[in-house]
Nanobody, 127 residues
Framework: VQLQASGGGLVQAGGSLRLSCAAS?????MGWFRRTPGKEREFVAS?????????????ADSVKGRFTISRDRDNAKDTVYLQMSSLQPEDTATYYC???????????????????WGQGTQVTVSS
């Protein structure tokens, strides 16, 4: 499975951006992580199927209420979105899309839970 991420860019503090990530094959959970130089990769948000057409979302405390993850999945495509609002300079990072191949009892909030990774997309928030 290949993941193609897009949507990063430069935005002023308080602004919004939407990231997209398209999967080339079937996956289970999908999510976003971010990394800044000198820091560990950090969980941002993930989304997991909870039925035929329902999903459950998980968020890091630092983005809860500002970021929204969503997913568009059918027989033809599987794309996850991250709508980022009220962006702050501390949100500046390289954002990575991730996908898990199969179901797990573990919450999809750690990088070890994910099998596939997309290329990073840079998000820069100016003050």
């Amino acid at each position: 499975v290949q993941l193609q991420a897009s949507g990063g860019g430069l935005v002023q503090a308080g602004g919004s951006l939407r990231l997209s990530c398209a999967a080339s094959g079937r996956t289970f959970s999908m999510g976003w992580f971010r990394r800044t130089p000198g820091k560990e990769r950090e969980f941002v948000a993930s989304i997991t199927p909870k039925g035929v057409a329902t999903f459950y979302a998980y968020y890091a405390d630092s983005v809860k209420g500002r970021f929204t993850i969503s997913r568009d999945r059918d027989n033809a495509k599987d794309t996850v979105y991250l709508q980022m609002s009220s962006l702050q300079p501390e949100d500046t990072a390289t954002y990575y899309c991730a996908a898990a191949a199969r179901y797990s009892n573990d919450r999809p909030t750690t990088s070890s839970r994910f099998d596939y990774w997309g290329q990073g997309t840079q998000v820069t928030v100016s003050s």
